[in-house]
Each structure stands twice: as structure tokens, then as C-alpha cells.
């Protein structure tokens, strides 16, 4: 489907990932720091001098041209009068655009200021002998280099950074997860940032000059934390049931579907984790409806686990291995489990495994048997 031409995906992605940006310089806030949005520009950090950041943060595919909008639009807004540069102590564009090797931005950050300089006062002699030239740059450029704005743009060469990262929206997201939720479990990293995020969007917040202070932040982390882990909760100990008889579940169908590739060492075990499953669903499960409600998503994932697994593992045998390839298909599905539900910080073997077996039992179109090349 192609997009409309009013789609606001684009520029509402840009957004959020300058949520994003201001959510990680929140996390990485020293004692006695504030975080604002929308006040200075995009995100500003302020407390100690040197410590004091203005960001602009940039959503963008393309590469960093030398004559990028982004970067001379943002020294032009840092130009204006109104801007407060003597209470930072660098200017940061954040961007997750490449630079080429070509780029005159290249290294940017290692150069001194004279050799900055020297690179701004090229591109502007560059771009001064194009015949045509983009109008919203030569506004910028006219403003920049005016000679009254010169001690400005000295100031601002010196406190600029280009920090160029190579992830999207989602990847960034990822990595908030991973670099900042170390003491959360697993199945609540996601939800960890989530909650984070709001809390910096908070209407409250927002009416109090969208300031964010390192005490605020630091209580909010520290209670979103303790509720996620408290809330973490380890799956039930598995209850070992007695006089579990192979034979009474010798007609079941998920049994006969384990004959179909002739596995029949993998019986018994699938008997006792098929019977273990049920027993905790039974006992611990089904007596809430948000478990419930939790158990009828995990078995939508792993069957969509299992359809994909299983279309690979039947087009990747040859001619003779049917047999052989089912019975490894067989155990790569049951030798693992990687999904979890509900506030489970992981699910056991055993019930991943009863899970599939319930369902084979339930389900015609769930089976160990790879399709048969021959018939298709």
C-alpha cells in the first residue's frame, strides 16, 4: 500500500526519536543536572557549565552533506540573540546520518577551531560559486558569516559536535533497553523504557516548562524499577505427578503425530510434559483472566514460531531424509524456549514443549511430519 500524500509517519518518527534522545540524556543526568525539551531546541541539558549540553537531534536516512540543512540550520538558530549559548558548554548535533568519507564533516570533532573554521569558510566558498543555489542555506550562510556575527561564530565552532549514530528509531529504542534496564528482567525491559518515556511526556511535566531534574528522574527510575521486579514473577515450580502411564495416552493424537516420524524414544517424555502442561494450566492458570488472557497470546506465538520453522525445515531436506529431517525438526522445536508471557521472567521446558504437544493435539494443521515433497 503506498503512502497518502499527507502520511505523517515520517515526521512523527522524527519526534519520538527526539523523545528518545532526551529520554537517554535523562538516564545519563548527573546530581544537581536538569533535562528540558522544547525549551532551548530539541533537548538541553544544564547544570554544571562544562557539563551543559543543547542537542538537536535528526531523523534522517540520507548522508551528511556538506551542505546539509540540519547542521547549518542549527548553528543559524544557535546565531539568534535569544539563544542563552554562555550557559552551555558544547552544542551537539545528533543525527543518525552517515558521514561519507568525503564529507568535509568528516572528523569533524577531532579538529581544532582554526580548522574548523577553515572547513565552514570552504563549504560557504563552495557553495558561493554554484549557479543555483537552495535559498533556505543561503539565508542561513548570510547570517552566519556576517561579519558582526563573527566573535558568535567563533564561540559556536568551538562548542559544536557532530555525533553521527547508525541506528533507526526501533534500534535506538533496543538499544535503551539493553544499555539501561540491566536490573530489570528480561520479559520487562521493553516495558521499563516504555514507562520511562511517558513519564518525560507527562502533561504535569510538560505545564512545568517540560524540566525534567535529576532527583525527579532518579525517584521515578527507582519506583518503576521496584514495581517491575516485584511484579517479575518465576514460572511455578513444576509438580511431579505420579503413575503418569504411557499407555493411557497411547491413542491421544499429539502421540500418534510423534509415531508419524517414527520417534518413538520421544514419547514418553512428551507424555509427561503433555500431562505436567495441563495439570499446571489446570491448577494455576486458569484461575486468572489475565493469566488466561496471557496463555492465548503465547500459544498464538509460538504457533506462528512453529509455521515458520516448520515451511524452512520442509523446504531444506533432500530426497531420503523426510524421516531424518522430522525427527530434527521435532527436536529443535522442543529442545528450547524463547518466548515467555504474562510476567514470567522465562517459561520452563516442559511447559513450552506440553504447550505444543496440547496444541498438536488440538490442531490438524500442527504436525512433526515435514510435507511431502513429492505430493506438492
Known sequence: MSKLKFDST??????????????????????????????YGDVSVLGNLSDSKQIESKLYKK???????????????????????????????????????????????RKNPSERMEVLRNIKTNFDSRKRKDKDIATYMNVIFDVKNA???????????????????NQYHKSLQEKYGKGIPDIQKGK??????????????????????YNDFAREVEEVTKTLVENTAVFPTKVKLADIKDSDYDSYTFVEKIKDIKYDEAISGAIDDYVHTASMIQQELEKS???????????KNLKGSYTAKYRKASRNYNDGERIAKSQDFYDDMTGSSDITFHTYNNVDLYFHNGM???????????VWLLKDKANE
Open 10 to 39: 515520517s515526521p512523527i518518527k522524527g519526534v519520538l526519536f527526539q523523545f528518545l534522545v532526551a529520554l537517554e540524556r535523562c538516564f545519563e543526568m548527573q546530581e544537581g543536572q536538569s533535562a528540558y525539551i522544547e525549551t
Open 63 to 109: 548522508a551528511l552533506t556538506d551542505t546539509d540543512k540540519n547542521v547549518w540550520k542549527s548553528i543559524y538558530n544557535w546565531m539568534r540573540d535569544e539563544f542563552p549559548i554562555e550557559q552551555f558548554g558544547s552544542l551537539v548535533l545528533l543525527t543518525t546520518q552517515k558521514v561519507s568519507i568525503n564529507s568535509a564533516w568528516l572528523n569533524w570533532n
Open 151 to 169: 566573535t558568535r561564530l567563533s564561540q559556536i565552532t568551538k562548542m559544536l559536535y557532530i555525533d553521527s549514530i547508525s541506528m533507526d528509531g
Open 192 to 213: 521499563y523504557i516504555n514507562l520511562m518515556f511517558g513519564y518525560i511526556l507527562n502533561p504535569d511535566i510538560v505545564n512545568q516548562n517540560w524540566r525534567i531534574t
Open 289 to 299: 483472566e489475565t493469566k488466561k488472557k496471557s496463555l492465548l497470546q503465547y500459544e
Open 356 to 366: 505444543l504437544h496440547i496444541m498438536a493435539d488440538e490442531n490438524d494443521e500442527l
